[in-house]
């Protein structure tokens, strides 16, 4: 049922592909909690669904008619989920610097471990993440929607790198789909599932903490 390319590629990633007559299941073998925590694509009657498996439950994220689609739902849903997370030093280090030293400071770490191609300051541009400051505070925004607002600058500048740093990543992955797979990839509506874990950002946004 999976795209035999995908799941060619899931594979030499080490995770565990297992197929049965109506739905896919792909763990991420080298955790504990593989058994209880695992990503399914699932057909149900003339369309897929894919989703997170928690405990037993299914929680469907994606929905398609289209076999070759729902693949690629289901290889970038299972990279989000089974990815190393940021590193959390440098969002740290990040806030603290603008917190304790300068904005302008907190910029030049920024700049040191994300490239500029994955976020703007003070404008905002569609391939981008972008941060907005509106007087006191900071506001997060991607492909025009608000995600995050009213954050200080330390932990806007951290938030940004986060973000940022979720983007290239989902950048590596869908060059690597593009280019070792024929599927038509929506390069947008995937990132939304990579960065957010849904296909578009319909809550409103959050206010920071």
């Not at 925590?37 to 894919?50: A, C, G, K, T, W």
């Not at 590193?87 to 700049?111: H, Q």
């Amino acid at each position: 049922m999976l795209n035999e390319q995908v799941e060619s590629l899931l594979s030499q990633d080490g995770h565990g592909v297992y197929v049965f007559k109506s739905r896919v299941d792909v763990l991420d073998t080298a955790t504990i909690t593989h058994a209880e925590n695992y990503i399914q694509m699932r057909q149900i009657s003339d369309h897929y669904e894919v989703g997170k498996i928690r405990r037993g439950r299914f929680s469907k994220i994606a929905e398609t008619e289209d076999r070759d689609l729902a693949s690629a739902y289901t290889y970038i849903l299972s990279k989000a989920i089974y990815d190393a997370p940021v590193d959390g030093d440098i969002a740290a280090e990040i806030l603290r610097t603008a917190r304790e030293s300068s904005v302008p400071a907190a910029k030049v770490v920024l700049g040191q471990h994300l490239s500029p191609r994955y976020y703007s300051i003070g404008s905002q541009e569609f391939l981008h993440m972008n941060l907005v400051p509106y007087y006191n505070t900071y506001s997060l925004f991607y492909q025009g929607e608000e995600i995050i607002r009213n954050m200080d600058a330390g932990h806007a500048f951290s938030v940004l790198y986060t973000y940022g740093k979720k983007l290239e990543q989902f950048d590596m992955h869908y060059n690597r789909l593009h280019s070792e797979t024929d599927i038509p990839l929506p390069y947008y509506e995937l990132s939304h599932l990579y960065i957010f874990q849904n296909l578009a950002i319909s809550h409103s946004a959050y206010a920071a903490d």
